[in-house]
């Protein structure tokens, strides 16, 4: 066979494997994960929030305050959503929420950054004094 077929051949396959999406089979590499200096605010504030054990994985029974910050971080990330068979996605779980909102609020408390309304205080705290009522 003549080398220059064969080499215009190469470069025509070359070609076409690198207009392919996914060029080797593989599926494409996720972009990276947000740092953990860009978690969000958590839509609800979990009052004890340290106490909320992890519901899945390797972490299954841990409370989030024996975790590693990296690993509250990681668990305070928005998940890609679970798309059903219709191709919309399903809401998210109740347990997932509250992990996510718990390290959320474990993240901002450390940073200062929760607003100073939504700090949430221990029952203690809000205590009434009985004694003294106004009536």
């Known amino acids: 066979m ?3 077929l064969i080499h215009a051949e190469l470069v025509r396959i070359r070609e076409a ?11 494409a590499a996720k972009p990276a994960s947000p740092r953990s200096e860009e978690v969000p605010m958590p839509t609800e504030i979990i009052v004890d929030a340290g106490n909320v054990q992890v519901h899945f994985g390797k972490n299954k029974g841990v ?4 975790l590693g910050d990296r690993s509250v ?10 798309i059903g068979n219709n191709g919309k996605p399903f809401p998210p779980r109740p347990e997932d929420v509250l992990l996510r909102n718990a390290a959320r609020t474990i993240i901002h408390q450390k940073r200062g ?5 939504a700090v ?6 809000t205590s009434v004094n009985e004694e003294h009522v106004p009536f």
Request: charged content about 15%; proline content about 18%; hydrophobic content about 40%.
């Open 2 to 4: 003549n080398l220059e």
């Open 17 to 27: 494997l690198e207009a392919r999406p996914f060029a080797s089979g593989a599926p």
């Open 63 to 66: 409370a989030l305050s024996s």
């Open 73 to 82: 971080a990681w668990y305070a990330q928005e998940p890609e959503p679970r």
């Open 113 to 117: 950054t929760l607003p100073s309304a």
């Open 120 to 125: 949430p205080t221990t029952p203690a705290a």
